[in-house]
């Protein structure tokens, strides 16, 4: 079993900067890819940018390249989604996932394991 938590979430003007953070325990998830993903009020939850097991390949969904970045510590078994230059519609609950493979995927059903989810609010 894995535990995953997140943190770093709040509220920020338009423009503002947040770095979420997810710490797994239970067993070390240096060997997998690990993804972060978000839902708005009323939407599905939708994928946001994954990372592999060694930090040398990343994907994100096209809305939020160029602004945001995936990146992780495995000797912390913590993965970090640093969000730059945020926006209204970046408002929703974020959460990290954990797949119990190496190979990256944006496909929800794809993942083993997941935490609770941190609020990022982003204001006009």
């Known amino acids: 079993q894995v535990q995953l938590e997140e943190s770093g979430g709040g509220l920020v003007q338009a423009g503002g900067s947040l770095r979420l953070s997810c710490a797994a325990s239970?067993?070390?998830?240096?060997?997998?890819?690990m993804g972060w993903f978000r839902q708005a009020p009323g939407k599905e939850r939708e994928f946001v940018a994954t990372?592999?097991?060694?930090?040398?390949?990343?994907y994100y969904a096209d809305s939020v390249k160029g602004r945001f970045t995936i990146s992780r510590d495995n000797v912390k078994n913590t993965v970090y989604l640093q969000m730059n230059n945020l926006k209204p519609e970046d408002t929703a609950v974020y959460y990290c996932?954990?797949?119990?493979?190496?190979?990256?995927?944006?496909?929800?059903?794809?993942?083993?394991?997941w935490g609770q989810g941190t609020q990022v609010t982003v204001s006009s």
């Open positions: 996932g954990v797949r119990q493979r190496t190979k990256l995927t944006t496909l929800l059903s794809e993942y083993d394991y």
């Open positions: 239970g067993r070390t998830v240096s060997w997998y890819a």
């Open positions: 990372i592999d097991w060694s930090g040398g390949r990343t």
